[in-house]
């Protein structure tokens, strides 16, 4: 008895051995699930991100032009476009005014973003009335911001020259009219705009920073210079890391805003590589010319990210 009942249980031990899951098989189910999961936004970033940017490449060595569109010619000219872009002394110029434009406007939608966000983390009354509205720059679109702040400084009819007038200040400041000020009136008007951004994602980094290392601070004597530089800025770095990299990627394109207040002039006063890329490509019709200055527009906002980010993690490590 003893015997058969042994041999009786053997089978269905190795039964159940044998309906042991495969781990080589589970692990590639596993892996074919994350695929599935990442694959539409792989799809995604090829169709809309990965094609047009190695289209745009194509074309800055192609003479592509209007005839183009009909005939589907559009024949190889080597490094002609890339030479004619860079011989011109129009590139050179567009290239500063970005630089200074992005400069600029990031230094001051910083500084005033990370005071209003300081002044904003004390409790008083009114305190998320006012956080509301400074946030209607942010709202408003770009075009819309333009026309209202052309009007404004308009140097006849503007408001601001009316204002300054009643002050006995003088009235007649040519804003966006003389090659002198309408840089820096569109980079204060960008600004006004990106300001309420910057205060908001600071404003959200310092609400993460622990209250104790303040009260550390303060039992310890340090002025509030000395905390905000030993405490909140070293706390605030990845927010400011993200800050930084998203408002130049924002800002070094800009167009429309610029289109909208002075439309790159006056004589090539605010032109920039974005304003330049749209006229070569949509104005003068050249568009290998134009597909050359967006490619160096691309360049320059990757080699500023890559940069940056390397130099943030290493001054972690």
Not at 286 to 298: K, Q
Request: include cysteine; charged fraction near 15%; charge should be positive.
């Amino acid at each position: 008895m003893t015997t058969s009942t042994v041999t009786a249980q053997a089978p269905a031990k190795t039964s159940r051995t044998a309906a042991a899951p495969d781990p080589v098989r589970l692990r590639r189910r596993r892996t074919l699930a994350q695929w599935g999961f990442v694959a539409p936004a792989v799809v995604f970033m090829l169709l809309f991100f990965g094609y047009p940017l190695v289209r745009n490449v194509v074309m800055s060595f192609q003479h592509f032009t209007p005839k183009t569109f009909f005939t589907g010619e559009a024949p190889f000219n080597g490094a002609g476009n890339w030479s004619n872009v860079f011989q011109d002394p129009l590139f050179g110029k567009a290239l500063r005014h970005t630089l200074v434009f992005t400069a600029g406007s990031l230094l001051g939608q910083f500084c005033i973003g990370l005071a209003l966000a300081v002044f904003f983390s004390r409790r008083f009354p009114l305190n998320g009335v006012l956080r509301s509205l400074i946030l209607l720059p942010w709202l408003v679109p770009m075009v819309v911001s333009g026309i209202v702040w052309r009007r404004i400084l308009d140097q006849d009819t503007g408001v601001l020259n009316s204002f300054l007038d009643t002050l006995g200040l003088g009235g007649h400041t040519p804003w966006l009219t003389s090659p002198g000020m309408a840089l820096l009136s569109v980079i204060l008007v960008n600004i006004w705009i990106g300001v309420p951004f910057n205060m908001v994602i600071l404003y959200g980094g310092l609400q993460e920073i622990p209250r104790e290392l303040y009260e550390a601070a303060s039992l310890d004597g340090a002025s509030a210079w000395r905390t905000f530089r030993s405490v909140t800025l070293p706390m605030l770095k990845p927010v400011i890391t993200v800050v930084l990299v998203l408002g130049f990627m924002s800002t070094v394109k800009v167009l429309d805003l610029i289109l909208a207040l002075t439309d790159g002039g006056p004589a090539d006063a605010t032109q920039t590589l974005g304003t330049l890329t749209y006229q070569d490509s949509f104005v003068r019709l050249d568009f290998g010319a134009g597909a050359v200055v967006g490619n160096v527009l691309i360049l320059v906002s990757a080699l500023f990210a890559v940069f940056y980010l390397r130099a943030n993690r290493t001054d972690g490590k």
